[in-house]
């Protein structure tokens, strides 16, 4: 599995976001509070929704584990921050060069591709981790229990 890589340009989101780590996870509330105020957000500039991972800036990736906290978004693009709802924030997602990973299958089957990302791929890679965002782009029709499901995985990277 070899990514594409790729170099973003910042982007502006509107979503909801929680506190949780791996161990308390609180992915699916996320997701169930976020999709039914989706449709107030007037200035869409795309039509992937960002579940995207801030991690603090001080944080060595070989110390995370399954109690590390950190921050989870779910969210869409806007052309702009105005108007934005009062249930929902806005955030600047930095731009940046990334390694993407086209992942197909259950959200629960994932792990073995981040194995591979972190404890393969990127130590054999001409790049290292970078502390920026780290994000999955999913179109309308994912659902995470469906083995046919594709997401884009965003890792942030730079030249070593």
Not at 93 to 119: E, H, M, N, P, S
Not at 134 to 155: A, T
Request: net charge negative; glycine share 4%; charged share 25%.
């Amino acid at each position: 599995m070899e990514p594409r890589i790729e170099m973003l340009s910042e982007r502006k989101l509107v979503g909801i976001s929680a506190q949780m780590s791996l161990a308390k996870d609180k992915t699916v509330e996320l997701w169930s509070s976020f999709m039914p105020v989706r449709k107030l957000i007037k200035n869409k500039a795309g039509t992937y929704f960002y579940s995207m991972q801030v991690y603090d800036k001080s944080l060595s990736f070989s110390d995370f584990n399954p109690q590390t906290a950190f921050t989870k978004w779910a969210a869409i693009e806007v052309s702009n921050f105005d108007k934005i709802p009062d249930c929902l924030q806005a955030y600047t997602l930095q731009g940046g060069l990334y390694a993407v990973f086209t992942y197909k299958g259950r959200a629960r089957d994932f792990a073995a591709t981040w194995q591979y990302i972190f404890g393969q791929w990127l130590p054999a890679s001409a790049y290292e981790l970078d502390q920026r965002e780290h994000f999955e782009l999913l179109d309308e029709k994912y659902d995470p229990n469906d083995p046919e499901s594709e997401e884009e995985v965003w890792i942030p990277i730079r030249k070593r």
